[in-house]
């Protein structure tokens, strides 16, 4: 086989991301994608709306099959690379293939973080991060009656709903004090668990799983609980969170540290080698370090951004900015930035509005006249006009911050020049 | 590409561009019956917003970004970039209202559809002979369709 | 809404919303600068106050369903045409304010119009009309004094060579001007929209009394600037900022009083161009006080000469009244470059109505009287002639030019083209037409590009009727139908005003 200009390891959006980013550089030479997941790039959230019945395993794909074509992209599915060489510049597969590259990036994402609980190794403990995940419990659900998601985060929950909307009794255990610990406030997370409390899914905070419980031969029975309690239920899933996929990267000899530590320009530590998505750590935009922040746009902008600089052109990457939107039985939330700032700091500023009965709150978190975070629960639309700010990291005067407060920020609040450069470039009045 | 600019210098703030975006994307393609009626009853609504501040007014929809964060950030791949347009496009069959989209857009051009879980946005009228009606009906010049 | 001061039911119009075509989409209430229109959180729809409404018909033009219409209140008092109604109501206002019934726009009264009284010729055997389109039409027309014989020599190369010296000139495409409409009684994007149609179409424009803003030098080859009394803006870059000045001594609808801008209209911009502060008011004194005799003038003329190096001609601009043709000589004889007289129908921001409507005459009969004048003197080149007030078409141009006018000035059209619907409020700042307000919600309603264009196609279109009806009489320039009454005839007007009108009766 010939040297491949592009090959990128991992068929997820980072990959898709850096399709995209080196086709606006370079169109002609081939592209060739291996992933370990013998199903064409799926959206990964989307797996929990296929668990949910809400849509079809013929709405999974992100791309049609024709954009591959025209993109000039081959792909090798249900294919692991199982090492890196790179001083030789190839990489080898579990096909016994070995091939050669000029530029390659690691999207291999992340693996489930399963902690060591007694009794989880055995059947009918899953973890709910891919599509087989998905389709195994699909068909569980049928025969099950109750089940126990471990993890009250955003994968948790969504399991737990999803699996719940198949008919399951659900129970979720969180260990802190309140779900989303993460990426909401308290606030949120009472208004979000409250919804699913209505709807009738059991979550209970503060505690965990100390042990599965199983029978003689091995089947489960039910999970014993840090607090005394004993739950039966039939399916444990654990969904504590993923940690970047990075054994194949540190075992080529690449830098590591939480995830691949990648340059500004998406550069791991060895020539030619990239790293983008959930498997990468790279440079926040708020906090300006590198941290790993495993959502789905960032594994886009960093694949993007790989993907041009991997095209040869010189891209600085923006920084990642932490973003989740999630709805909870018909209840939007949507959090941006930094949303819990470290107590005590009093270089930040938090305005917060809450009206319960509406369901509905709104957590602004500015810091040094510059918005830095926000939460919507609820009414969400104006949504991206607040992100502009966080994003653009444009100064709030005090007039546009109380309007921000009222829930109202909008496109006049940007300063003057970046207004005419993003909406009406180019234009100068006559006289 | 050909974009719908917006000069805020002359925008007086009618509306009358959202009126026209939403007769543009009626069944009934008439004003009263779409104003009347489809939008309490299928939610038809604009995807041009009007925004208003002191004596500054301005209407903005999708930028159809050369690089959209929208795009970046669809989960279900209901959002994508016409390579050969140019246009973002929307796919509301493939979408999935997780509003992802709606948080990333930093343009605010995009909004839920009022009853059903799919978002509202610009399409540039594509299919519209005469181009973008907001542009069309705009009585000020406050929208502009060109290359730039 | 029921219980409100008697007076205030007799209001003039009323609003017609069809119910059938009102979405409630609440254009008309945003459109209306008089908040005629309101939504009503009660009924959960749009309403309207009839009192409130001024008539301009800017929510009918914008209303997308078409589902207003603004008519006359039916209502009307007993006939009598003695004490018409807007008697009635004009004493009533006063009986309740104790104030000066302040009026905008010209005079609506209901005094004779000349211009529909005379009708033009046309070639028909002999002398046989010209199509315009297929021969060239001249509508060139120079403003300023003109010798009273040229002296031509034969050159050293055999060449002939013109001897006398030339009187400095405006020189225009087409005999129409946009008239002096200072910038504060209208904004600045209706000046910029004037500015560049008077460079398009190579006319010029004038700045009226408020002076000239900074961005607007570059066109001041199209540019005439005037000072009035108040002297606002007034500096010596003004002055040779463009190809003419213009002395106002008198307005059309305002014959003998001075001008009062006030001080809501004085924005920052209208405060740097006129020299005044933000938010006073701008008052130009009746007279100007230096000018107390035909002398004075004569001193200021010179001065104005002096400052712009004698290169740019100088108008004096009179009010049409009694003794016009007396007072135009005594200009020419004062030195000016050109007389401009302003009819009584002439536009305004803001008159007393009782002023507006009774002082003055008609420019069509002070236009014969002074072109008469002047040419009975011997003195018609030393001056050139500029009518304004009330032309409304290019039939009216060519029949001022006709009756002796070298051009024309159009106010009311430039702002008609434009969108004004003569509603006569302009003295408010509420124009919601977006023209004569600095309120920046409602100049901006006004956008350069597109008034621009408008006003440069209005001046294209009366300079192609123009050429046909120049065509139609046989003649290819502007200049030959110059003061050439021949060519009209009057209908159904008696002999003494056809006397000063110096015109036939048609049929003769
Ligand atoms: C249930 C769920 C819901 C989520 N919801 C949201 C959400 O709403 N919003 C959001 O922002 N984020 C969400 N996320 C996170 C988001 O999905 C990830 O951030 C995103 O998928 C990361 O993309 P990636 O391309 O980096 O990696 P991945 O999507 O993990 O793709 C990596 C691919 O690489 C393959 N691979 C790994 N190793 C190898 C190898 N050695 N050889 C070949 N192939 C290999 C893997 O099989 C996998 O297919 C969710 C995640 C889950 C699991
Ligand atoms: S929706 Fe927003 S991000 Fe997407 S193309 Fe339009 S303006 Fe750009
Ligand atoms: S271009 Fe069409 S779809 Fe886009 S805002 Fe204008 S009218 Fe609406
Ligand atoms: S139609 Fe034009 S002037 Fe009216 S709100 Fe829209 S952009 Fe502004
Ligand atoms: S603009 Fe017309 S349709 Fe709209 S509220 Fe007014 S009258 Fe009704």
Redesign the pocket.
Known sequence: MAIMKYVI?????????AIEGIRKVDTENEILV????DSP?Y??????YLLAGKIGPERLALRPQEFYEKSNVSTKLG????AIDTKAKTIS??KGETIEFENLLI??????FTPPIPGAEGSDVYN???LAH?QTLISKAKEIKRAVVIGGG??GL??GESLFDRGVDVTILELSPRILSLAFDENAAALAGGRLAEVGLNVRCGVTAKEIQRDSDGNLKGVHLTDGDFLQTEVVVI?IG?VP?YS?AKDSGISVDRGIKVDDHMKTSADGVFA?????QAKDLLFGDDRVI???????N??FCAGKNMAGTDIEFTGSLA????SFYGLPTISVGTVNPPEGDDSFEIATSLDEKKKSYRKLVFQNDHLVGYVLVGDIDMAGMYTAFVKFQMAVPEDAKKQMMAGEPDVLMWPDDFFKDTWNPGHVEQD | MKRVYPDKEYCIGCHLCELACMTAHSKSQDLIVAYREERGKDGLSSCKKVFEKGHTCVAISCRHCDEPSCVA?C?SGGLHKDPETGHTLYDREKCVG?W?CLMACPYGAIRRHPTEGKIVKCDLCAEREGGPACVAACPNAALKYEER | MLFQPVNKNYHEFCIIRDKDLCINCKVCVRQCSYEAHYWDESRQKVMHDNTKCIGCHRCEALCPTAALNIVNKPSDFRTNSLWRPVFLQNIYKQADTGGVLLAGMGSPVDIPVYWDSMLLDASQVTNPSIDPLREPMELKTFLGAKPKRVKIVTGKDGKPELKTKLSPQIELDVPIMFAAMSFGAINFNLHRAMARAATETGTVYNTGEGGLHKSLYKYGKNTIVQVASGRFGVHLDYLKAGVGIEIKVGQGAKPGIGGHLPGEKINDQVSETRMIPIGSDAISPAPHHDIYSIEDLLQLIFALKEASEYKAPISVKIAAVHNVAAIASGIARAGADIVTIDGMRGGTGAAPAMIRDNVGIPIELALAQVDQRLRDEGIRNKVSIVAAGGIRCSADVVKAIALGADAVYIGTATLIAVGCTLCGRCYTGKCPWGIATNDPKLSKRQNPDIAAKKLANLIRAWGHEIEEMLGGMGLNSIESLRGNRDKLRGVGISDIELDILGIKHAGR
């Open positions: 390891i991992g068929n997820g959006i980072a990959s898709i991301g291996i992933g370990a997941e790039a959206g990964r959230p989307l797996i929990s294919t692991t690379v199982e597969t579990d999207a291999t994402g992340g693996i489930p709910f991060t891919n998905a955003l994968i969504k399991a969904a993923v996929n194949l983008a998505g959930d498997v990468a495993p959502i789905w746009t960032n594994a886009y960093q694949g973003m989740n939107s999630i | 950030a989960i997780c992802s």
